[in-house]
């Protein structure tokens, strides 16, 4: 069964790091677009990155550029989200996910980890 599991979320004080964790399980991902996505509390989901399979292309939003940055390891099937400079606004629950190469939708998510920034 492919499955996708992060790790790594916590509680931290505003202007502090965190480093998430998706280990994919069931298949190699190593030729595939991966993603991380959030959702707090009684806002949509928002796209926070990608990165392409070689780990030689990502994209941020606005939002986040500067303060986050996607990388991966294909040895290890590992997909990274190091988190710095952390918002109260960055407090959501945080999802990796696959993108199907063939459709292009974001179509394999994990359980999420919840990040909390208190300030």
């Known amino acids: 069964q492919v499955q996708l599991a992060e790790s790594g979320g916590g509680l931290v004080q505003a202007g502090g790091s965190l480093k998430l964790s998706c280990a994919a399980s069931g298949r190699t991902f190593s030729t595939d677009v991966m993603g991380w996505f959030r959702q707090a509390p009684g806002k949509e989901r928002e796209f926070v990155a990608q990165?392409?399979?070689?780990?030689?292309?990502?994209v941020y939003p606005n939002s986040v550029k500067g303060r986050f940055t996607i990388s991966r390891d294909n040895a290890k099937n590992t997909v990274y989200l190091q988190m710095n400079n952390l918002k109260p606004e960055d407090t959501a629950r945080y999802y990796c996910v696959h993108r199907n190469p063939e459709t292009s939708i974001w179509g394999l998510w994990g359980q999420g980890t919840q990040v909390t920034v208190s300030s």
């Open positions: 990165i392409t399979s070689s780990g030689g292309a990502t």
